[in-house]
T-cell receptor, first 113, second 112 residues
Framework: NAGVTQTPKFRILKIGQSMTLQCTQDMNHNYMYWYRQDPGMGLKLIYY???????DKGEVPNGYNVSRSTTEDFPLRLELAAPSQTSVYFCASSYQDRVDGYTFGSGTRLTVV | LAKTTQPISMDSYEGQEVNITCSHN???????ITWYQQFPSQGPRFIIQGYKTKVTNEVASLFIPADRKSSTLSLPRVSLSDTAVYYC?????????????FGSGTKLNVKP
């Protein structure tokens, strides 16, 4: 059971470039989320999805886009990367909307130079 | 969502019991207290949740006084592998996505 898989693990982008962070879960969870974690800080919610075809903004959505075409996949798109987007990105999923039910991926460390 | 206050960091030695206290003065009647653990270079993982009194599992114990304005996560006989950041979250069992708030957590450093 792989859980939540994120790729890539590391990436360096130049300012203005774009990229997609991949997230896949094999637990048949309805709910999926994207968080970012800046150094020494807690996690901030970027986007979330309650099921295929349904997404909504979190606390810090600017500069990002998401899609949810299948239950398993929830990619995060960065358009026109900026240094302020340097962070560690975590994808998570849960079966129900219970705060004790999150499963997180291992993260993608992104540096924008 | 109730705001929480935790110590920024704590040091301990292997074999000791560690208690991390979280203050949540504005906890609501339907709020639960949930703790997550984050190892370096990994995503957080759920460790324990409680509503009142005491909860114990194979990883930790959670003590909640009657007024529920604080809670204490207790880790028995810590080892080096317990070095991690511990987050206290307070909110409804079924939360509002935009209000699921991870603070800065408590960085526990276990020394040999």
């Amino acid at each position: 059971n792989a859980g939540v898989t994120q790729t890539p693990k590391f990436r360096i982008l130049k300012i203005g470039q774009s990229m997609t962070l991949q997230c896949t879960q094999d637990m048949n969870h309805n709910y999926m989320y994207w968080y970012r974690q800046d150094p020494g800080m807690g996690l901030k919610l970027i986007y979330y999805s309650v099921g295929a075809g349904i997404t909504d903004k979190g606390e810090v959505p600017n500069g990002y886009n998401v899609s949810r075409s299948t239950t398993e996949d929830f990619p995060l798109r960065l358009e026109l990367a900026a240094p302020s987007q340097t962070s560690v990105y975590f994808c998570a999923s849960s079966y129900q909307d219970r705060v004790d039910g999150y499963t997180f991926g291992s993260g993608t460390r992104l540096t924008v130079v | 969502l109730a705001k929480t206050t935790q110590p920024i960091s704590m040091d301990s030695y292997e074999g000791q019991e560690v208690n991390i206290t979280c203050s949540h003065n504005n906890i609501a009647t339907n709020d639960y207290i949930t703790w997550y653990q984050q190892f370096p270079s990994q995503g957080p993982r759920f460790i324990i949740q409680g509503y009142k009194t005491k909860v114990t599992n194979e990883v930790a114990s959670l003590f909640i006084p009657a007024d529920r304005k604080s809670s204490t996560l207790s880790l028995p006989r810590v080892s080096l592998s317990d070095t991690a950041v511990y987050y206290c979250l307070v909110g409804p069992e079924r939360y509002n996505f935009n209000k699921f708030y991870f603070g800065s957590g408590t960085k526990l450093n276990v020394k040999p």
